[in-house]
Structures are given as structure tokens and as C-alpha cells.
């Protein structure tokens, strides 16, 4: 079939035709058409040849040709059954196999296409085919027609412009296509396909229902196998797939793969860039990453990934509920079994690790492994800058560690309430069972232990062994170095140690023992107050039954005893034996040596012998005896006042008087100056007669002052002056020497009084009570006074004591103490 040229006057509402008008198979074909004679809005389209057909208005219609091998050509052509063709202008053509070419090169410009029934074709301009094989733009070579397209029902193919397909194969290929539905595709452009088999490949895609692509630029594609492939894609429900640039994936087996990816429900994989994945077996890797609820993995970069099986792995990690890891960089991982590895790692809740860097782990079984580490509540340990808070801690290296069963491990540890040990470097442990062992060690409350160093240990059980040692209150020991024990069982085992108050041992070097059953044995020793010893080196023991025995010994009041070396002992039950002797008041015995004893019940037993008052017994050696019931028998003797006596050491022989000679009998005897006894004479007697020559020193007799009498004449009454003025001067040193001995006497009495009364101030015993306290004691006719300060803390634990005490002979002293008490 050939088409023939032809024009449409719109203007004028009428075809104007070119060449022949032709009828065919039953119909008439004229020039005259009844649809011009309808004019006004209707004039000039397709419809017009329908409307004639049904409604025959007036002869001579413009082509129309109805039944089988219809064929109407050009201008108002309407051809109705079978094999039809209508070929241009406004073109209709009705039932079977239909061909209508709106619009091509070749045939039929201008022309408005409609299509209605089975083999249907169209090309071009305002393109419609209704029903069975559809095509629109049907050239095979693709470079085809077909303007505002559509074809709606069965095998639809459409191909481009303002393109449609409705029901069942449906294609198009660009334009402004839309497929609706059954084995749609749309390929490009503004493309949209509806349901069943979608595909809308690029441009502005979108393909929607069951088994949806849409690849690319715009796309969307929505219900049951999706996949969108990249650019502004968008899967929305069950198999999805968006791959990349805007991407989303909504509901069920999403994967969206980068750019700007989101995939949402359930199968959800994102793979980077701002990726978000929500719900269920999530994960994300890197970028901007967040995966959500349940299979959570998030891979780094600006990663969280939040409930269930979290993994976060780095970069700005948080992985929030339940298996969280968040593995280093700015990591957090909050619920459950947490652990975070690492930078500046922070694990909360339940089976915390925090693995080093600024870690943090906070509850339950807590680790943080080191760098800035702390963990805080539960089975803690920390290490490196440590830190550990509450129940089984454990810190090491700058240690810290708080409450419960703590251990800080040495370096610059601290380890505070419970079962206490710091082992070592800064050590300090505080409150119940602590140790310290060693460095700066401290160990304060209950049953301390510090072993060594800079130790202290201070209350309870206190042990520090050594080192600048110093334990504080009840079973104290400190065994060395720079020692001190301070409250109660005290030890303080020698170096430069004091043991101060109750069963008091120092042992040794530099050694104090001050109140109570003290022994210091040996090294620069002192022990103060009751049972005292000091046994050797610089001795010295004070109060009560005192004992130094030896080297520099010295023991002043009660119960004294000195034993030699040069020795000392004061006041009451003194006894000396020997070496720089001394004994002054009460019991003395001395036993030779450089010797003495003052007062009381004096015995001496010869060496460089003295005894001044009371019952004396001498033995001899270099004798002298001042006063009271003197024995002695010579040696070098002299014995003045009392119960003197002594004799021997007679012997003369020989003198010359006034020219003439005389001879005595004796020799030059060596010892006594007696001034009392046999009949208690008190004449200076019983002297050998002396020599008188140029270098005699020897004292005269009565029968010599008689031989020389005559001789001497004028000369007895200075020697009678002489002698009484010997005698005056020697009785007034003996007065001297009496008054000395009372007087020390007096003191060691006065200072017992002071004792009694400083023991006898009451002390402030409940907890937070003051009080200020006065006291007096007497002592073999001395008193001594003493006024007291003391307070309780508000725990009742320390009493603090201090104390003023004076003295009848015009002494004063002070005192200051302090207590730890427990039950």
C-alpha cells in the first residue's frame, strides 16, 4: 500500500485532498465528509470518522472502509474490520490486524494515531494501540516514531517519547516511559516500570513490584527481589540491592555498598562510605558507619553499632548492648560482655576490658589493662597508670587501688580498705589487713606489716622491720635501722631505736626503751620508767627497778643496781660493783674498784674506796670515810666523824731539839686519819710521830711537842692556832658534803612524787570527751604536783595527753603521749 500526499487545514476546520477520492468494499468514499459539517471543537480530530461511521449524518463521508481487508488512506480515514490499514490524517482503525502509521517520513504527516484491536501497530505523533500484540514505534530499525505513545493491553512494546504499556510484556525503551504491568522494563530515561518482571534501567528509573532492577542514575525499585545498582538508587521491600552513590535498601535482604548508603531491615549489609544498616544481621565497614539492631558490626571509620552482637572495630568506634567489642581508636562499648582494646577505649557494663591507651572499664569484671587505665566496680585490675575502684583490686605500676580485697603492687601504689597489701616502691596501704613491703612503705589500720625502707606501720598488729622504721600503736615491733615503736607490746631491735610505752625492749645501738618493763641492752642505751634494765654500752635505766650492769652504767631510782664499768646508781636499793664506781643514796654496796656510796647503809669493799654517811663499812684500799658507824681498818685510810675509829700506823724513831738529839720509835707508816674513837674522842689523834727536817711532811705527835716545847717556845700558840684552824675548816667541809648528800637525796624523792602524781591523772575516755585533770603524790617526806590535758577523738580510737608536773624542791617537767584503743 502506497499513501498519498496530503494536508490538514486546521485553521479552516476542513480537509483539503489531494488526487483521487476512492470507495472501497461496501463504502463510499467523497470529498464531502458529514464530520465537517459538525464544526466547533470537534472539527478536525479522530474522532470525527468514528462518529460518522455510527452516526451517519449525510452522503459523501470521506474515506471510510469497513469489513476484512479494510484499507482507508489518508485524510479522515476510518477503516473498520480485519487485515486494516488506515495510513494517515486522522486515522482510525478498528478490530484485527490493525495498522495505523500516524506519523513517519514516508506517510500519513500530521496525523492524530488510534488503535484498537489484536496485531495492533502505531507510529507516531499522538500514538495510541489498545489491545492484543501491541506496538507503537514498531520499525525494526529502532529510528522510530512514535510521539505521545501509549498501548495498553497484551504483548506491548513502545520504544520512546511520551511513551506507555499497560498490561502484560510490556517494554518501552526511553522517553518518558512507564510499563505498568506483568514482564515490564522501561530502559531509560524518566522511566517507571509497575508489576511483575521490572526493570527500568537508568535515566530517571523506578521499577515496583516483585521482581524489580531498576540500575542506576534516579533509580528506585520497590517490592520483593530488588536491586537499584547505584547513582540516586533507592530497593525498597525483600531481596534488596542499591549499590552505592545515594543508596537504600529497605526491607529484608538489603545490601546497599557504599556512598551514601542506608540498608534497613534484616539481611543489612552497607559497606562504607555514610553507611547505616538497622536492623537485624547488620554490619557496615568504615566511613560514617552505624549498624543497629542485632548482628550489629560497624567496622570503623565514624563507627557505632548498637544492639546485640556489637563489633565496632576502631576509628570513632561505640558498640552499645550486649557482645560488644569496639577494638582501639576513640572506642566506647557499653552493655554486656565489653571489652574496647585500646586509644581512648571506654568498656561500662558487665565483662569489662578496656585494654590500655586512656582505658576506662567501669563494672563488673573489670579489667583495663594498662596505659591510662581505670576500672572501677567488681573483679577490678588495671595496671600502667592504674587506678582500681571496688571489690577484688588489683592495680600495679602508679597503682591505686580502692575497696575490698586490694592489692596495689608496688610502684606509686596506694591500696586502701580491706585485705591491704601495696608490695612495695611509694607504697601506702590503708585499712584492715595491710602489708606494704617495702619503698616509701606506710601501712595504717589493723594488722600492718611494712617491711623495710622508708617504713611506718601504725596501728594494731604493727610490724616494719627496719629500714627508717616507725610503728605506732599496740603489738609493736620495728627490728632495726632508724627504728621506733611507739604503743604498747614495743620491740624496736637496735639501730637508732626508742620502744616508748609498755613492754618496751630497744636492743641496742642508739637505743631508748621509755615506760614500762623496759630492758635497752646495749649501744647508746636508755630505759626509762619501771622494770628497767639497759645492760651495757652507754647503760643508763631511770625508774624503778633499775639495772644497767656495765660499761657507761648509770641507774638512778629504786631498785638499783650498776654492776661496774663506770658505773653509777642513785637512789634506793643501790649496789654498784666496782670499776668508776659510785652509789649516793639508800642501800648502797659498791664493791671496790674507783668506788663511793653516800648515803645510808654504806659497805665499800676497798679500791680507790669512799663512803660518806651512815652505816660504813670500807675494807680498805685508799679508805676514806666521812661519817655514822664507820668500820674500816686502815689502808690508806681516813675516817672523821661518828663512829670512828681505826688504828695501826704507829711507828717513830729519832729527832734533834735545840742541838741536842733525840730518838723515836717507829717507822713511816702509810695510812688512817681517824678523828673519833676508841673512847669517841674527837682531838686529832692517833699520829704518827713525824720527821722534822728541811723536807719532812710528816705530822707530829704529843711526845714529840713535848720533847720540842722548850725548844720552840713562842711558836705553840701559832701552832696551837694552827691546828684549830685545820679542824674548823675540815668540820666545815664535812658540813658541805652532808649537804650535798641530802640534798640529792631530797631530789630523787621529790622525783619519785612527781612520778606517782603524773600516774595518777585521769584520762578523757570516751569518744570526742575533753578533759583537764590535777594530781599530787608524796614520796619519803618530798610531794610533787602535776596537771594534765587530755582528749578522745570522735571515733574513740586516739587519746591524746599531755602533761605539766613540778616538784617540793622547786623542779618542773612535761610530758606529751598518745593512745590507740580497740576491743
Known amino acids: 500500500m502506497c499513501a498519498k500526499p496530503y494536508e490538514l487545514d486546521l485553521r479552516a476546520g476542513r480537509p483539503q485532498a489531494e488526487g483521487k477520492t476512492t470507495e472501497s468494499r461496501g463504502a463510499r468514499k467523497s470529498a464531502a465528509s458529514p464530520a465537517r459539517e459538525l464544526g466547533g471543537p470537534l472539527r478536525g480530530t479522530p474522532l470525527l470518522a468514528a462518529l460518522a461511521l455510527a452516526f451517519p449524518l449525510a452522503a459523501g463521508a470521506s474515506t471510510y472502509e469497513a469489513g476484512f481487508n479494510s484499507n482507508a ?220 539492631g542485632s548482628g550489629n558490626t560497624a567496622n570503623g571509620d565514624y563507627s557505632a553499632a548498637l544492639g546485640h552482637e556489637n563489633t565496632a572495630t576502631g576509628d570513632g568506634s561505640i558498640a552499645l548492648g550486649d557482645t560488644n567489642t569496639a577494638d582501639g581508636d576513640r572506642s566506647t562499648a557499653l552493655g554486656q560482655d565489653n571489652a574496647a582494646t585500646g586509644e581512648s577505649s571506654i568498656a561500662l557494663g558487665d565483662t569489662n576490658t578496656a585494654g590500655g591507651e586512656h582505658s576506662t572499664a567501669l563494672g563488673q569484671g573489670n579489667q583495663a589493662t594498662g596505659n591510662n587505665s581505670t576500672a572501677l566496680g567488681d573483679s577490678n585490675t588495671a595496671a600502667l597508670s592504674g587506678t582500681a575502684v571496688g571489690r577484688d583490686n588489683n592495680a600495679f605500676l602508679y597503682g591505686t587501688a580502692v575497696g575490698m580485697a586490694n592489692t596495689a603492687g608496688g610502684n606509686s601504689s596506694t591500696a586502701l580498705g580491706a585485705m591491704n597489701h601495696a608490695d612495695g616502691n611509694a607504697s601506702t596501704a590503708v585499712g584492715y589487713l595491710n602489708q606494704a613491703n617495702e619503698t616509701d612503705s606506710t601501712a595504717l589500720g589493723y594488722f600492718n606489716n611494712a617491711n623495710g625502707e622508708s617504713s611506718t606501720a601504725v596501728g594494731s598488729g604493727n610490724t616494719a622491720d627496719g629500714d627508717y622504721s616507725t610503728t605506732l600503736g599496740l603489738s609493736n615491733q620495728a627490728t632495726g635501722i632508724s627504728s621506733t615503736a611507739l604503743g604498747h607490746t614495743n620491740k624496736a631491735a637496735g639501730s637508732d631505736s626508742t620502744a616508748l610505752g609498755t613492754d618496751n625492749t630497744a636492743n641496742g645501738t642508739a637505743s631508748t626503751a621509755t615506760g614500762y618493763n623496759n630492758t635497752a641492752t646495749g649501744g647508746g642505751s636508755t630505759a626509762l620508767g619501771a622494770n628497767n634494765a639497759a645492760e651495757q654500752d652507754y647503760g643508763t635505766a631511770l625508774g624503778y627497778r633499775n639495772l644497767a650492769q656495765d660499761t657507761y652504767a648509770t641507774a638512778l631510782g629504786s631498785g638499783n643496781t650498776a654492776a661496774g664499768a663506770s658505773s653509777t646508781a642513785v637512789g634506793t636499793g643501790n649496789n654498784v660493783a666496782g670499776f668508776h664506781s659510785t652509789a649516793v643514796g639508800s642501800g648502797n654496796q659498791v664493791a671496790g674498784n674507783n668506788s663511793g656510796a653516800f648515803g645510808d647503809p654504806n659497805i665499800v669493799t676497798g679500791a680507790g674506796s669512799y663512803a660518806f654517811g651512815n652505816d660504813n663499812t670500807i675494807a680498805q684500799d685508799n679508805t676514806f670515810v666521812l661519817g655514822n658507824n664507820v668500820v674500816t681498818t686502815q689502808a690508806n685510810s681516813v675516817v672523821l666523824g661518828n663512829g670512828s675509829a681505826d688504828r695501826a700506823a704507829v711507828a717513830v724513831s729519832g729527832a734533834t731539839i735545840g742541838g741536842k738529839a733525840y730518838v723515836f720509835a717507829g717507822g713511816a707508816p702509810l695510812g688512817v686519819v681517824s678523828v673519833g674513837a676508841p673512847g669517841a674522842e674527837r682531838q686529832v689523834q692517833n699520829v704518827a710521830a713525824g720527821q722534822l727536817s728541811a723536807t719532812s711532811t710528816d705530822a707530829v705527835n704529843g711526845s714529840q711537842l713535848y720533847a720540842t716545847n722548850q725548844a720552840i717556845g713562842s711558836l705553840a700558840d701559832q701552832t696551837n692556832q694552827a691546828i684549830g684552824n685545820l679542824a674548823d675548816q675540815t668540820n666545815q667541809q664535812v658540813r658541805r658534803l ?71 624542791r622547786g623542779d618542773i617537767g612535761a610530758g606529751v603521749g598518745v593512745g590507740y584503743r580497740w576491743r
Open 738 to 808: 652532808d649537804n650535798r648528800i641530802d640534798s640529792v637525796e631530797s631530789r630523787a624523792s621529790a622525783g619519785t612524787a612527781v612520778a606517782i602524781a603524773a600516774a595518777s591523772l585521769p584520762q578523757a575516755s570516751f569518744a570526742g570527751e575533753h578533759m583537764i585533770s590535777l594530781a599530787s603524790g608524796t614520796w619519803r617526806g618530798e610531794s610533787g604536783y602535776a596537771l594534765g590535758v587530755s582528749t578522745a577523738t570522735q571515733n574513740g580510737k586516739w587519746v591524746i595527753k599531755g602533761a605539766a608536773m613540778g616538784s617540793s
Open 73 to 292: 488512506e489518508g485524510e479522515m480515514s476510518v477503516a473498520v474490520g480485519v487485515n486494516l490499514s488506515a495510513f494517515g490524517n486522522y486515522d482510525v482503525a478498528i478490530g484485527s490486524w490493525v495498522d495505523v502509521n500516524g506519523s513517519s517520513s514516508l506517510i500519513g504527516q500530521k496525523t492524530y494515531s488510534t488503535v484498537v484491536g489484536s496485531e495492533s501497530n502505531v507510529e507516531g505523533l499522538h500514538s495510541t494501540a489498545v489491545g492484543s500484540y501491541n506496538k507503537v514505534g514498531w520499525t525494526a530499525s529502532h529510528d522510530r516514531p512514535t510521539d505521545g505513545s501509549s498501548a495498553f493491553g497484551y504483548l506491548n512494546t513502545v520504544y520512546g517519547d511520551g511513551s506507555t504499556a499497560l498490561g502484560l510484556s510490556n517494554s518501552t525503551s526511553q522517553d518518558n516511559s512507564t510499563a505498568v504491568g506483568s514482564g515490564n522494563k522501561a530502559s531509560g530515561s524518566a522511566s517507571s516500570t509497575l508489576g511483575y518482571g521490572n526493570t527500568a534501567s537508568s535515566a530517571e528509573s523506578s521499577a515496583l513490584g516483585y521482581s524489580n532492577t531498576a540500575s542506576g542514575q534516579g533509580s528506585s525499585a520497590a517490592g520483593h527481589r530488588n536491586t537499584a545498582s547505584g547513582e540516586n538508587s533507592s530497593a525498597f521491600g525483600s531481596g534488596n540491592t542499591a549499590l552505592g552513590l545515594d543508596s537504600s535498601a529497605v526491607g529484608m535482604g538489603n545490601l546497599s555498598q557504599g556512598d551514601y548508603s542506608s540498608a534497613m531491615g534484616m539481611g543489612n549489609i552497607s559497606e562504607g562510605a555514610y553507611s547505616n544498616a538497622m536492623g537485624r544481621a547488620n554490619k557496615t565497614i568504615g566511613a560514617h558507619s552505624t549498624a543497629m
